[in-house]
């Protein structure tokens, strides 16, 4: 792409990937947080599935947090 408001590719392959990366951490940290809480105090399989919902959200709400300071860091357009 020419001009000056073009996207810049370099740049957004870098967040896309590391978004991939540390979403799929966080996301995997979250469901194994959630089992084992759960587990070891023998809350049941519906407290078990909750618990993995809330920790899921946490980590999404980490994810958005990660992803826009990785956007300021690494300006998406030229």
Same mark, same amino acid.
């Given at each position: 792409?020419?001009?000056?408001?073009?996207?810049? !590719?370099?740049?957004?392959?870098?967040?896309?990937? =590391?978004?991939? &990366? %540390? *979403?799929?951490?966080?996301?995997? /940290?979250? $469901?194994?947080?959630?089992?084992?809480?759960?587990?070891?105090?023998?809350?049941? !399989?519906?407290?078990?599935?909750?618990?993995?919902? =809330?920790?899921? &959200? %946490? *980590?999404?709400?980490?994810?958005? /947090?990660? $992803?826009?300071?990785?956007?300021?860091?690494?300006?998406?357009?030229?």
């Amino acid at each position: 792409m020419s001009g000056k408001n073009g996207i810049n !590719i370099r740049n957004l392959t870098t967040v896309i990937s =590391l978004t991939i &990366l %540390v *979403g799929s951490e966080i996301f995997g /940290v979250a $469901l194994a947080a959630a089992w084992a809480i759960a587990g070891w105090w023998n809350l049941g !399989i519906m407290v078990e599935r909750g618990l993995m919902g =809330l920790f899921s &959200l %946490v *980590g999404l709400y980490g994810l958005v /947090v990660f $992803l826009r300071k990785a956007v300021s860091v690494e300006p998406l357009t030229r």
